[in-house]
C-alpha cells in the first residue's frame, strides 16, 4: 500500500488518543504503521487524562468497553478514534485483553500494559500489531483462520509475536475495499 | 465452519451478554443472547443453536435446570457452563447432565479459545459421522440395487426379509443364476442388526478347496510356501457382521464338515495357527442347485445342509415374474444413462414386450448386461428393437403387425439386401426369386442396392 506524501487535517482519517501516561515513541510507531500498513492518515491528538471512569477497583484494570462507549460518543473529530492506554484493559467475560474495538464500528482501545517486553522494539512491534488487528475489525473484518494473518486471534504474547505484521491476501483485500468505500479516495491503494 | 455455527449466550447480567457476542461475532459465529432460562428456551423453540453458554446462577430458571431442559430438546447441542463462584459439585452435576465443560469467569483468553476449539471439533466430528452414516447407507442401498420389487412373488419375498433380517437365524437362498440372491443377501444385512459391521461375501463356486479354506480361514506367516505374512480370513473379517458364501452347493464334504464345526462352536484356526479365532457373523448362504438330491447321492451333507437352511428364501426367475421385466429394464436404463451421459428416455411398446417375453435364461444378469448394451449402440432418444437384435432373432415380434401386405413386403426386402450389404444376387438368392424379379420390385418400392 503506498502512503500519501501529504498529511492535510481534511484527509485524516484516524485520531489516535494517547490517554495518561503513555510512552509517546509507542504512540507514534503505531500512527506510522497505520500509515504505511493500512494508509490510513493518522493524527496523534493531545494526550488525554487516564480514563478513571473505566476503573473496576476490585478487579484493579480498566473496563474496555467503558473507554468503547466514551470514544464512540464524541462528536467531532474523524471516521475512526483509536485510544492507546498503558493500563491493564478487561473486557467482563475476560481476565484481560491486548485491545477492544466495535466491529465495523469507530472506536477501538489497545493497552501496551501486556505488550511490554524487555526488548523495546518488541514492545513497539507488539503495539503496532494489536493496533492493526483492532482497526481491522473496525474495517468489519472478523477473526481468520489462515495461518499468518494479522486477523488470526491471539490469546497470549507468544502468538502475537509469531504474526507477520500484514493481513492475508483475503484480508487485505477486504481491508482495502472497506477503505475505498469509506473514504472514497481514488489514491487511496 | 464457524459462520454457520450458531452460539446463544444466557446470563441475567447483560453486559456480559454483550461482552460475549461482541467476542464471538468477531469470531465469525452467529450469536444470540438471552438474559435468562425462559428467554433461552423460546429462542430455541425457533433456532436451531449449536453451542450454548450458560450461566449457573440466574434468578428464576437457573443454569442447571435449562441444562436439562436444552437436553431434551437437542440432545446434540453443546453446552458450556459459566459462574463465577464455581463449586466442585455443581460442577460435577452439569458434567453428569451432559454439559460439555464449565468455567469459571472472567475467563483466560486462552482457556475459552481452546475450549471452543475443542468443542468446534467435537461438533464437527459428530455432523461428520452423521453425513457418513447417511452416505454409507445411501451407497449401500445403491449397490444393492434397491431392490426393485414389483410382482407379487417378490413383494412376498421382501415381506420376508423384512421378517427374518433382524434375527440372526442362518438364511438359506435359492433360485437360478442371475435371479439376484447376492441382492437378497444384502438386503437382509442392511436390515439387520449387524447392519453396520462387514458384509463378506465368498463365492465358493469360482476357488478351488484349497483356495477356498485359505480364504475363508486365513493363514499364519508361514504356513504354506508363498505365506509370507499373516492373512486374516474371510470368517475372521465377518466378524459382527454377516458372511455370504454363495453357490455352497459347490462345497465338497470335507469342507462341509469343516465349516459345519465351525458355525457350531463360532471358533476356527487359521491354516497353520495354533489359536483359536472367534468370530461372531450371521450366516447367510446360496445355491442355484437343487441340494435335496445331492444329499440323497451322498454329495452334500444332511447335517450341514439343516444347519445352514433354518429359513430358506426362494427366488423365482425372471420368466415367472414378467411384471417385474419393465420396472427392472427402467432401473437399468436410468443407471446407464446416467453412466454414459447419453440422452435416452425410455422403450419403444414393441421393445418392452419383446423384454417381457423373452425367457430370460441368465434372469436379471442377463437383462441387466442386454439394457447396457442397448444403451451403448442406441442412436435415437428411445431404445428400439432394433437395438435388442443381438438377443434371438427368432424371438423377434414382428414390427409389422399393423402394417399392410405390401408394406411387410418391402420392409422384408430392405432388411434382406441390408443384411447382404446391397448385393442384389445373394439377396435374390435369399428371398427365393431371381434377380430380375428382385430388380422389378425393387423398382415398384423405389429401393436402391444400399437403400
Redesign the interface.
Known sequence: MKAKQHISVEDTHLDLIPMGRIDMTAVSVIAANLQVILGLNTQILPVQPEPEYAFLAR?GQYDG?KILHALAAISDGFPFRLAVVSVDI????????FGES??GGKAAVISLFRAKSKNREQSYNRAAKIAIHEIG?LLGI??C?TPDCLMG?S??LEKLDSLPLRFCQSCEFEARRRLRHLFDKPGLP | M?SSTHIMVVDD?E??C???M??F????YKVGTALSGEEALKYLQENNIDIFLVDVKMPGMNGIELLSRIKEKQPEAAVIMMTAHGSIQTAVEAMKLGASDYLC??????A??LLMERVMMQKTLQKENIALKERLLEQQEEAADVFIVHSEPMRKIFSTVDEVAPSSAPIFITGETGVGKDIVARAIHLRSQRSYGPFVAVNCGALSESLLESELFGHEKGAFTGAMKTRRGRLEMADNGTLFLDEIGEISTKMQVVLLRVLEEKRFLRLGGSRPVSSDFRLITATHRDLPPLIKEKQFREDFYYRINVITIHIPPLRERQDDVPVLADHFLKRYVEETGKHLEGFTQKALEYLISYPWPGNVRELRNVIERAVVIARGRIIGTEELKFLDPEKLPCETSSVTLEELEMIHIKSILASCDGNISHAAKKLGVNRSTLSRKMKQYRLTARN
Open positions: 478487579r468497553g478487561f473486557t467482563p467475560i475476560l481476565t484481560f485483553v466495535q466491529l475489525h472478523v477473526h483462520r486471534f490469546n497470549n | 464457524k447480567e453486559t456480559i454483550e461482552a460475549l461482541a467476542w461475532v468477531k469470531d465469525g469467569k472472567p475467563f483466560d483468553p486462552d475459552l479459545s
